[in-house]
């Protein structure tokens, strides 16, 4: 393979792989931004749970029994909504920076390309430099 098809195949893989993060970043992005909307709503509706509060004229077993249930659904709405949203949004964020330091080796793969471009572009001076630079993108990122 010549350098110059080496480098364009370097050009597209890093181009292909850059959309494909890109959109992955976008996708991950929207779905934290729908479970932190299911969390603030969820938030509302844990706070409704307990109204309308029971007065002095709602007494006996019926009320009791009313109390702990409301009581108990409170508690399982109040550690899904503050324990399991928490956490998936924690590991959306989580996947968010992964994918960013994925992104951001991409670019510098994209930048270490375009001087090898430059290289290229010297001609004979420069073909030792620039098998150099190949090598160095192809040890440096595995994907290729």
Known sequence: ?????????????????????????????TAKKEIEKEHETGIVEIRQILHPHLNSHWTGDFANDFDDERDEAH?????????????????????????????????????AAKEADHLLSLGEKAVDQLSDKLRSIKNSWSWF
């Not at 597209?12 to 792989?17: C, D, F, R, V």
């Not at 503050?82 to 994918?99: C, D, P, T, V």
């Open 75 to 111: 508690t399982s709405m109040y550690n899904i909504v503050n324990g399991k949203y928490e956490g998936y949004i924690s590991q959306l964020e989580r996947k968010i920076f992964a994918l960013e330091i994925e992104k951001h080796s991409l670019e510098l793969a994209g930048a």
């Open 1 to 29: 393979m010549s350098h110059e098809s080496t480098l364009n195949h370097i050009h597209s893989t890093i181009n292909q792989k850059l959309t494909d993060v890109e959109s992955r970043i976008e996708r991950v992005k």
